[in-house]
């Protein structure tokens, strides 16, 4: 059972287009983290939000934290074949920050 | 590399076998971190290190999962009596210090496949 809720499963979209990838929680997080995963790799880590309302930039992306810190989203612009990839958000619970990682959002960018 | 290594990348074994799987954190980072993913699933935590001893292994499914970090750095992750359901990708990762809030940044390995026929 995983306490965050990932949508879409699956988006496909064509180079140049936006997109939006939502993780949705009714747990309180200390912080939540986005992480990319490519086929026979490990999760690699983008961002790391930790104050409700939260915004940051990386580039392309960009990322928010609820202002609850039960929800995130990341939006991806003028996406491009190199952001294909398997999504993943995270959230850490207790005192030493146990993620608890959602199911993932697969994203395919065609040229 | 400077990177997280796990060996070894398949595992292939029948039901009811034992096996070892081996995690080489980054070289300083005390924490370290075991992780199960299943096809179509994020990770699920599993046992989190500090140093030698175990911090938390509130993740591990049952009494065939164990795993050690005798030194402090190299980790081993052991399952008895494997189940056609212990079939996934097992993931190790580290970080320099545990901090609370979940902060620190976690590098994962590229994972073992363990698939039981």
Known sequence: ?111 | GAGVSQTPSNKVTEKGKYVELRCDPISGHTALYWYRQSLGQGPEFLIYFQGTGAADDSGLPNDRFFAVRPEGSVSTLKIQRTERGDSAVYLCASSRTPRGGGTDTQYFGPGTRLTVL
């Open chain 1, 1 to 111: 059972t995983q306490l965050l809720e990932q949508s879409p499963q699956f988006l496909s979209i064509q180079e140049g287009e936006n997109l939006t990838v939502y993780c949705n929680s009714s747990s309180v997080f200390s912080s939540l983290q986005w992480y990319r995963q490519e086929p026979g790799e490990g999760p690699v880590l983008l961002v790391t939000v930790v104050t409700g309302g939260e915004v940051k930039k990386l580039k392309r992306l960009t990322f928010q934290f609820g202002d609850a810190r039960k929800d995130s989203s990341l939006h991806i612009t003028a996406a491009q074949p190199g952001d294909t990839g398997l999504y993943l958000c995270a959230g850490a619970l207790g005192s030493w920050g146990k993620l608890q990682f959602g199911a993932g959002t697969q994203v395919v960018v065609t040229p």
